[in-house]
């Protein structure tokens, strides 16, 4: 279908209040019949709902929607339309022990189908660190990673280059992304602070890193043979790291049979990905929830 005959997609805004005071937001984009699946969608740095739907309709949250499934695009505190002012610190820590877990309950109460996470970059690591503390693992259907890791590259989230990362947040309160042509969306002081903590942890061999070992979530990671942000082999170790007995890791390039060599955000937001890379990822999805129709109690 060209673009200018795309219909509009009607999204509903939930605002989701978590414990500690602070709020995010849960972007809702339904099917057109009852749902068979519950898909959390989370972006990375730098971006928010446009990510995965952009204004004109279009997006993987759409395509997913089409196939039936209902798609929850988390705006972390601070970011997108949660970007109003709070009390509450604006941070990656406050999003994996608050405002994730408090959407997943959101999510949880309105249905009972299978209920899945689908991370880009850090939202992928977000995403993870989630499910092995504050999210009960079992009860998700299955993760999806889009070029997550914080073990290779990221050179201004490790010393020496976060000394200076750090400067500019703290003198300016925020990391201006849309300046240094990083994303649409500024990040908070706070959240890049802890993308430093993680990332240099990461670096180190820090215990979180173990903790996530052995996921026993049914797993689909992804890394981009032309991304040079978060590099495959650095994708390939993280996924390696969460591998439970059902995992799956996949390079998207040309040496694989893909169309391209995927970069970072045109594994999922490019033309070439709407033709096949979508397709692959609803379809995994899809097999997923039809083997488990309910979800477990936890």
Not at 94 to 109: C, F, G, I, K, N
Request: proline share 8%.
């Amino acid at each position: 279908m060209p673009l200018s005959e795309v219909p509009a997609r009607s999204t509903v805004d939930h605002r989701i209040a978590a414990a500690d005071g602070g709020h995010c937001v849960l972007v809702e984009v339904a099917p057109r019949r009852r749902p068979t699946a519950e898909v959390v969608m989370i972006p990375g740095m730098f971006t928010a709902r446009g990510f995965w739907l952009s204004r004109k309709g279009i997006g993987l949250a759409a395509h997913l929607a089409d196939a039936g499934m209902r798609c929850w695009i988390l705006e972390r505190r601070g970011m997108g339309a949660a970007a109003g002012r709070t009390e509450a610190r604006l941070g990656l820590n406050e999003a994996e022990r608050h405002d994730l877990p408090a959407a997943w309950t959101h999510v949880r109460q309105r249905s009972d189908a299978p209920a899945f996470i689908v991370g880009h970059s850090f939202g992928g690591v977000l995403a993870a660190r989630a499910l092995a503390g504050s999210l009960p693992p079992r009860e998700c259907a299955g993760l999806v990673l889009f070029a997550a890791q914080c073990e290779v590259a990221k050179a201004p989230l490790h010393p020496p280059g976060a000394w200076l990362t750090g400067a500019i947040v703290t003198l300016l309160g925020r990391l201006p992304a849309r300046i240094a042509g990083l994303g649409p969306e500024d990040e908070p002081a706070a959240a890049v602070r802890d993308a430093i903590e993680w990332t240099t942890s990461a670096r180190r061999g820090g215990e979180w890193l173990a903790g996530l070992a052995g996921l026993p979530t049914p797993q689909l990671a992804m890394a981009g043979a032309g991304d040079r942000v978060d590099p495959p082999s650095g994708c390939e170790r993280f996924a390696r790291r969460l591998a439970g007995t059902d995992a799956r890791f996949e390079l998207l390039g040309r040496a694989g049979g893909w169309g391209e060599d995927y970069d970072h955000a045109g594994m999922v937001v490019s033309t070439a990905a709407r033709a096949e890379v979508w397709p692959f990822v609803g379809h995994w999805l899809a097999r997923q929830a039809a083997r488990r129709p309910t979800p477990p109690t936890s």
